[in-house]
């Protein structure tokens, strides 16, 4: 059996992850191989899509933060890939779309450390996104609790739930430490929490201690 065949053949189970030979083993060794992989009776789909699968935990593992500490461990490709994939677009043009901050930046996309910018910042970006969504269902739910309390009190102590006044504590939104950590982003959530508070009939100033 012809080298290179044998090479060109388990090439593809490699990268399904099905083999982890190395293609310039001797060729005896390759030849026993490949007899092994054809036993598993793979079709050509579900070898592609095996491999499909495989990259795309690959590039879902990838951390933004070591890209941009180590851009020299990854191509240009597998960093464009990894933006998309955060952003979930499938091209720079619903990046742009999707991301109007970008129109602020004079990234060349031509070249590599630009996309590697881009990365970071759009990781910044998805992160507050979903940390904000966190807390905004976490207020959600204490604002159940807290309605549930006034009606007994035995209640708040029978969940393992963060109450209202607890959950801005921790996010620095109660009381004084919230006049002295002013943000876009807690001005934000203090507004969406005033706007619960007050459709469900709380006082939200029982709560912020302003």
């Known amino acids: 059996m012809d080298y290179r065949f044998l090479q060109q053949h388990i090439k593809p189970y490699k990268e399904a992850g099905y083999t982890t030979i190395r293609l310039n083993a001797q060729k005896s060794v390759l030849e026993k191989e490949y007899h092994r992989l054809l036993g598993l009776n793979l079709s050509y789909q579900q070898l592609e899509q095996a491999i499909f699968n495989r990259e795309k935990d690959r590039i879902k593992a990838i951390d933004p933060?070591?890209?941009?500490?180590?851009?020299?461990?990854?191509?240009?490709?597998?960093?464009?890939?990894?933006?998309?994939?955060?952003?979930?677009?499938?091209?720079?043009q619903e990046l742009r779309g999707e991301f109007p901050a970008l129109k602020d930046k004079d990234f060349d996309f031509r070249y590599k450390l630009p996309w590697v910018e881009c990365l970071l910042m759009i990781a910044k970006i998805t992160q507050q996104a979903r940390l904000n969504q966190e807390f905004y269902d976490a207020v959600e739910r204490a604002i159940e609790i807290e309605l549930k309390s006034l009606e007994d009190d035995f209640y708040r102590h029978e969940t393992s739930d963060l109450d209202l006044y607890t959950?801005?504590?921790?996010?620095?939104?109660a009381g004084p430490v919230f006049q002295k950590n002013q943000s876009n982003s807690s001005s934000l959530m203090?507004?969406?929490?005033t706007r619960k508070c007050e459709k469900v009939g709380l006082n939200p100033s029982e709560y912020f201690l302003v």
Do not use: G, Q
Not at 67 to 88: D, G, M, Q, S
């Open 65 to 92: 933060f070591e890209v941009y500490v180590f851009p020299e461990r990854y191509k240009l490709n597998e960093i464009r890939t990894k933006v998309f994939e955060l952003a979930h677009v499938s091209s720079l």
């Open 167 to 173: 959950l801005l504590s921790d996010n620095k939104l």
């Open 190 to 193: 203090r507004a969406y929490i």
